[in-house]
């Protein structure tokens, strides 16, 4: 946040996931502009379309923009970023900024989910991932609320509703949705299926954070983490308490690309005032 070390200038993160692409726009240390679209066929499109909207949002154009950082599956193809960084790297840097004793971070997106330890200063310390399978991702639960014909967005509020939590034999998305059916077929309610499907979620994460080791404050990352149910199943589930957004939490790994292309200002800032000095 803002203080007298400030990096002053504009800096922009863009995070091209699997299924969305976000921007966040950073002036003089605080965030200014943000935008989320869905990521097209073209990463690169899609990229300068985000950038474009945060752009807009926060009132500036884009040469107004000291530097650019790209992170998500799409960050190859960013010609207009000065830099490329990991998306793990970006959400341990979004998260570290928004709250700054976060060592563990939970990132379920679009296609794959993490589990992060992260240093005080935002730096990765070890993470896991499943980007193997769709279970435990995103497209998983919008796979589910097409069974429960209900918007993605209401699902997580459904199974909050739920009065008992119905396990799920099997965390593969076909079975999943195979046994949702027969499940329904037989009377079960649906808000306790739904209890179920989340818990099941939980319990893949909880299998990464077996190796990863958790430690307070949690902070829940990536566009999943708008879903309450899904939030609620991983407290239960993992034992711990998740710090509230403060922030939309889709838009972390943007934020953290945006730190990043700060934090080359501040490097290049440095430098001239040193050629500065020394002449
Ligand atoms: N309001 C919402 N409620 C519940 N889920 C949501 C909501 N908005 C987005 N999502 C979920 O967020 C997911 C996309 O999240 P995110 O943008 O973090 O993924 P991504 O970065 O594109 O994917 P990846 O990191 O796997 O490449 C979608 O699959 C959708 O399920
Ligand atoms: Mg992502």
Same mark, same amino acid.
């Given at each position: 946040?803002?203080s007298?070390?400030?990096?002053?200038?504009?800096?922009a %993160?863009v995070d091209?996931?699997?299924?969305a692409?976000?921007?966040?726009?950073?002036?003089?240390?605080?965030?200014?502009?943000?935008?989320?679209?869905?990521s097209g066929?073209?990463?690169?499109?899609?990229?300068?379309?985000?950038l474009?909207?945060?752009?807009n949002n926060?009132?500036?154009e884009?040469?107004d923009v000291?530097?650019?950082?790209?992170?998500?599956?799409?960050?190859?193809?960013?010609s207009y970023a000065?830099?490329?960084v990991?998306?793990i790297t970006?959400?341990?840097?979004?998260?570290?900024?928004l709250?700054p004793?976060?060592?563990?971070i939970?990132?379920?997106?679009?296609q794959?989910?993490k589990?992060?330890?992260?240093?005080p200063?935002?730096?990765?310390?070890?993470f896991?991932?499943?980007?193997?399978?769709a279970a435990?991702? %995103?497209?998983?639960?919008?796979?589910?609320?097409?069974v429960?014909?209900?918007?993605l967005a209401q699902l997580?509020?459904l199974?909050?509703e739920?009065?008992a939590?119905v396990?799920?034999s099997s965390?593969?998305?076909v079975?999943?949705?195979?046994?949702t059916?027969?499940?329904?077929?037989r009377g079960?309610?649906?808000?306790?299926?739904q209890?179920?499907?989340?818990?099941?979620?939980?319990?893949r994460?909880a299998?990464?954070?077996?190796r990863? %080791?958790?430690r307070?404050?949690?902070y829940?990352?990536?566009?999943?983490?708008?879903n309450?149910?899904?939030?609620?199943?991983?407290e239960?589930?993992?034992k711990?308490t998740?710090?509230?957004?403060?922030?939309?939490?889709q838009?972390?790994?943007?934020?953290?690309?945006?730190?990043?292309?700060?934090g080359?200002g501040?490097?290049?800032?440095?430098?001239a005032?040193?050629?500065?000095?020394a002449?």
């Amino acid at each position: 946040m803002a203080s007298e070390n400030t990096v002053k200038g504009i800096y922009a %993160g863009v995070d091209v996931g699997s299924l969305a692409t976000k921007s966040v726009i950073i002036r003089d240390g605080e965030i200014t502009g943000h935008a989320i679209i869905p990521s097209g066929h073209n990463s690169e499109e899609s990229g300068l379309t985000a950038l474009a909207q945060a752009l807009n949002n926060a009132g500036l154009e884009r040469s107004d923009v000291t530097h650019i950082v790209s992170t998500g599956y799409g960050r190859i193809t960013a010609s207009y970023a000065t830099k490329t960084v990991t998306e793990i790297t970006c959400h341990a840097k979004g998260a570290n900024y928004l709250f700054p004793n976060v060592r563990t971070i939970i990132d379920i997106g679009g296609q794959d989910c993490k589990a992060i330890r992260v240093d005080p200063d935002g730096t990765v310390a070890d993470f896991a991932m499943n980007d193997k399978c769709a279970a435990g991702t %995103g497209r998983f639960l919008e796979v589910m609320a097409g069974v429960f014909k209900v918007p993605l967005a209401q699902l997580g509020e459904l199974a909050l509703e739920a009065e008992a939590i119905v396990p799920m034999s099997s965390t593969c998305t076909v079975f999943v949705e195979s046994e949702t059916i027969s499940l329904l077929a037989r009377g079960e309610k649906p808000k306790n299926i739904q209890a179920g499907i989340h818990h099941s979620i939980a319990l893949r994460i909880a299998g990464l954070f077996s190796r990863v %080791g958790i430690r307070s404050d949690v902070y829940f990352s990536g566009g999943v983490a708008k879903n309450k149910g899904m939030r609620k199943a991983l407290e239960e589930v993992l034992k711990v308490t998740i710090v509230e957004p403060v922030f939309d939490p889709q838009l972390t790994g943007a934020l953290g690309a945006a730190v990043l292309a700060e934090g080359i200002g501040a490097k290049a800032q440095k430098r001239a005032l040193e050629a500065v000095s020394a002449q």
